[in-house]
């Protein structure tokens, strides 16, 4: 039986009330009864019951990005946008979802934030799943929390290849270990994750958010490199070469990224030809940027 299927017969275990009239959002469950004006998520919305039937009016934003996630959604009728960018009139939308199709799943299985703006696009129906929710569906229905994890490392992959050319250019054989192999994390703005002259401990691609990069002079003087935006990859000359870091990573908003953790690099991926050359290439050329800002050779 498909996932689907399995989340329908879930449904039609957990009976709803009458779909209500056009235009009124509602939710039902056999636990409680949940409210839908505002998003799911967020600070000041009540937790929502392990299994929820939610009915939203078209327009309705779903889940926001940035906002911690503690659900994830199936749709079961209608159709939503999945929107990135910040507010939802200034988001740009990358694709929509329909019917057997569901979302949410990073935030709920990974701890990190919502990495997208959901807005229903027409009337729809969505089965909401909290953690104990998706561990009913695990021992009543069979449906494994390894599928879903499978699903949103898959999502964040797709992510990465997306936004960042060297990734995209690797062999698929080789994007799928990295995808496999990759940790997501979610980091507050204001966190260092490379110290210039302290060794660095991981591969890093941003998925989400901004990090400012710069150099610290012996005299203290600071020399900034561009901004960090999403896709960029970065950590790579700490573990190809064994070297400190050479310049300073910080977040400058709050950020999601992926994280390949320099034994698990050295293990699996540093006989990887490809992967190998491509991140050679990359390293140089920030060492000679960096021999810029330092006024060495050019």
């Given at each position: ?191 260092t994750l490379l110290t210039r002259g302290q060794p660095g401990d991981a591969l890093y691609v941003l998925i989400r958010g901004q990090c400012e990069v710069f150099h610290t002079h012996d005299d203290g003087r600071q020399s900034p490199y561009p901004t960090l935006e999403e896709g960029a990859l970065f950590g790579e000359i700490s573990l190809l ?58």
């Open positions: 039986m498909s996932l689907f299927a399995r989340l329908q017969a879930l449904l039609s275990a957990h009976p709803s009330a009458p779909a209500p009239s056009a235009g009124q959002a509602s939710a039902t469950s056999t636990v409680s009864t949940a409210a839908t004006g505002a998003p799911a998520d967020g600070e000041g919305a009540p937790a929502p019951p392990p299994v929820c039937t939610r009915y939203l009016p078209a327009g309705q934003v779903v889940v926001r990005e940035g906002d911690p996630g503690n659900s994830m959604f199936v749709v079961l009728e209608g159709r939503v946008a999945v929107l990135r960018g910040g507010d939802p009139g200034g988001n740009t939308e990358v694709g929509r979802l329909g019917a057997g199709e569901f979302f949410g799943e990073l935030a709920l299985l990974t701890g990190t934030q919502r990495t997208a703006t959901i807005v229903t696009v027409e009337d729809a129906v969505l089965l909401e799943l909290t953690q104990a929710g998706v561990r009913e569906l695990g021992k009543d229905y069979g449906v494994k929390g390894e599928q879903m994890q499978v699903t949103a490392r898959e999502r964040l992959l797709a992510d990465a290849l997306r936004s960042n050319p060297l990734i995209a250019a690797l062999p698929p054989e080789v994007q799928h270990e990295l995808g496999d192999a990759f940790v997501p994390c979610t980091v507050p703005a204001g966190e070469r064994s070297r400190l870091a050479t310049a300073t990573v910080r977040t400058v908003t709050p950020c999601t990224l992926l994280k390949l953790e320099r034994d698990v690099f050295k293990k699996a991926f540093l006989g990887q030809p490809d992967l190998r050359g491509a991140l050679v290439r990359l390293g140089l050329e920030r060492l000679k940027h960096t021999m810029e800002v330092m006024g060495g050779p050019k």
